[in-house]
Structure formats: structure tokens, C-alpha cells
């Protein structure tokens, strides 16, 4: 008997080398090659900080401050990743204008009508998940591709939010006091060891983390998006109502789009007709993260916990970004790092699939 068959009748079989396990684990696992690169991120800027290079200090502060940005990137992305996951080409364009409109909506009912805080955000949600509707409508049930749907979309729901107050931001004292809503807290007990958070960490991000994550781990209709995506026909063959469960995605993606107009309105402390769409938009860097976070373009492969780490990685990266490079040159040094990181996440995406199936 070999030595080959020895290893095969007792079970044991030699372990691969510690490398290409590595190197397997970086590219398939995309949560481990995010979280190495976080800290990457994060030690490389500390240092560049220390050395003096930087405008001003890259500390737990100044890190903490800027996660108020990873707020509205981070729901939008979300909103990516389940209309992603939908499959047939889907994609959603239009959050960003939804943002603009929901938010001038939000600024009537509450700063011009002086309705109470929770209707005016429900009603914020609903209006946003009217517009996820129409999507959902185009490429659902009306057969239009995800792409055109969506820009078409996005240019009514942009120059509705432009006209429906004549270009006039809304800016009433109960909008500008909402303000209080994005500042950082201390946190009770442990809050004077730490730096303060935005707020809106916890009273938006992460409850719709929370609420994405169940609905696409622990629920039907989460494991009928992952069907749909993976394999439309089949999930026909298997008694799926695929148009429904589409049409869902698009509609959860103007319920998230509706409550970040809300968060976009507090960190402005003005109720803005450009506030998603203003320089490259909101919905360009959130569909970058979710590529980032291990979303697969052609449906079907994705996870909450990618995203969030993505998420992370561009809000630290561009805050160091802006230390570094000063005035306008830092924000178009974070469009060339954004556009990079978007081809080098479609590279290990397209690695990934060819040569071990997929990531996780």
C-alpha cells in the first residue's frame, strides 16, 4: 500500500502549507481581509500622525468623529446589499435622490407643519418606501433592467426634491434644534474612558444593522432573496414568488433610504433638496462598500458583517485622507482611493469565484 493510501485509510491527510491557507482565508473569508486591513488602515495613519505628516492628530477622537459619516454610508449600504443579493443585474441608483426628496418631506412635516417627531419620521419611511415601490415596480413586475429603472428614478426623484420648495432648503428652528439628535454622547459608566459617539450610532445604525441582519439570517423571506439571487429559475421551480420577493428588496431599500433622510437632515441641521445627491452622491460610495464587503455584483453572496467592516475601512481611510492631503486635493485623493478599492474588491470578488467557489 502507498503512502498515499495509507494517509486515505486512516483519515489522516497532510495539511495543506500555512501560506496558501492564508492566503485562501484573506481572499474567501471577506470579513478576515477586511478586519486586516482595518487595522492596517488604522496603524499605517496613526503612524503618518505621530510622524507629523498629518494636518492634525488621527487619534480614537478623531476617529470617533468621523463615524457620524458612517452612518448614513453604512444604511445605504445595506439597502445595496439587499438589492444585490435580489440578483438579475439589481442595483439601486436612485437612494441618494430619495435621500434628497424624503428629506425635504421630513423638513415639511416637521419644521413647516410642526408635526411630533415620530409621525414625521414614519411618515419619512413610508414616503421613502413609496419611492423603493416605483423601483420595485420597474424591475419586478414591469421587467425593466435594475440599472436603467433606477437612474430614470433617481433624475424624477432629484428634481422633485429641487422644485417641491423652489430650491430652498428647509431651515426652521425645530430643524436646526434636531441638530442635538447627530451630536456625540458619552456613553453611561464607561463613557469617560472612551471617546463620545455620534448619536446616531446608536438611535439609527445600529438597530437597522440589527434588523437587516435578521432579515436576511433568521427569516423566509431572507432565505428567499438568497434563493432569487443565486438562481431565479430555480427559485421559480421551488414555488417562489420571485417578482414579490424582488420588489421587496426595492422597497426595503427606500425604507432604509427614508430613515438616513432623516439622519441627513440632523447632521445638516437643514432639511437640504442636494443633500444625497450633492459632489458624487450618496449611492456611488455605498455601492462600493457593499462590493467592498463581499457582495457579490451578480446576486446571491453577501453578508451584513462585510459590509459594516467595509463601511469602517472607507470612513477611516477618507477621514486620514483629509489629514493628509490638505484642502481640496484630500477630497479628490478619497474619490481615486474609492474608485481603487472598488476595482481591487471586484478583482478579489472575480478571484474568489474563479478558484474557490465564492466568499463568505
Not at 115 to 142: D, E, Q, R
Not at 331 to 349: K, M, P, R, Y
Request: aromatic share 8%; with cysteine; proline share 4%.
Amino acid at each position: 500500500m502507498s503512502a498515499a493510501e495509507d494517509f486515505l485509510a486512516t483519515g489522516l491527510l497532510p495539511k495543506a502549507p500555512l501560506g496558501p491557507r492564508l492566503l485562501k482565508a484573506l481572499v474567501t473569508q471577506r470579513t478576515v481581509l477586511l478586519a486586516v486591513l482595518l487595522v492596517l488602515v488604522v496603524a499605517v495613519m496613526s503612524a503618518l500622525s505621530s510622524a507629523g505628516y498629518m494636518a492634525g492628530e488621527y487619534n480614537a477622537d478623531y476617529m470617533s468623529a468621523a463615524l457620524i459619516n458612517a452612518v448614513p454610508l453604512t444604511m445605504l449600504a445595506l439597502a445595496e446589499l439587499v438589492v444585490i443579493l435580489s440578483g438579475r443585474g439589481g442595483i439601486d441608483l436612485s437612494v441618494g435622490a430619495i435621500v434628497s426628496l424624503t428629506g425635504m418631506v421630513f423638513g415639511f412635516t416637521y419644521g413647516l407643519w410642526e408635526f411630533s417627531l415620530p409621525v414625521s419620521i414614519l411618515a419619512a419611511v413610508v414616503f421613502g418606501a413609496l419611492c423603493g415601490a416605483v423601483n420595485g415596480v420597474l424591475v419586478a413586475y414591469l421587467g425593466f433592467p435594475p440599472l436603467i429603472a433606477t437612474l430614470a428614478s433617481f433624475y424624477a426623484f432629484k428634481s422633485l426634491a429641487v422644485v417641491i420648495n423652489n430650491q430652498r432648503p428647509i431651515s426652521t428652528p425645530r430643524i436646526q434644534d434636531f441638530y442635538a439628535t447627530a451630536k456625540a454622547v458619552e456613553l453611561p459608566v464607561i463613557g469617560h474612558n472612551i471617546p463620545n459617539i455620534p448619536l446616531g450610532i446608536f438611535t439609527f445604525l445600529i438597530p437597522a444593522v440589527l434588523c437587516i441582519w435578521f432579515l436576511l439570517a433568521r427569516t423566509a423571506y431572507g432565505r428567499r432573496i438568497f434563493a432569487v439571487g443565486t438562481n431565479n429559475t430555480a427559485a421559480q421551480w421551488a414555488g417562489i414568488d420571485t417578482r414579490r420577493t424582488r420588489f421587496g428588496a426595492y422597497l426595503l431599500s427606500g425604507v432604509l433610504s427614508g430613515l438616513v433622510a432623516v439622519v441627513t437632515v440632523a447632521q445638516f441641521a437643514s432639511a437640504r433638496p442636494d443633500a444625497g445627491v450633492s459632489g458624487n452622491g450618496m449611492a456611488l460610495p455605498a455601492i462600493t462598500i457593499a462590493v467592498l464587503g463581499g457582495v457579490a455584483i451578480t446576486g446571491g453572496i453577501g453578508r451584513v458583517s462585510g459590509v459594516v467592516l467595509a463601511a469602517l475601512l472607507i470612513v477611516w481611510l477618507n477621514a486620514g485622507l483629509l489629514l493628509l492631503f490638505a484642502g481640496n486635493t484630500g477630497a479628490q485623493i478619497q474619490l481615486f482611493a474609492l474608485g481603487t478599492v472598488l476595482i481591487l474588491a471586484a478583482l478579489l470578488n472575480g478571484i474568489a469565484t474563479r478558484r474557490y467557489g465564492g466568499t463568505t
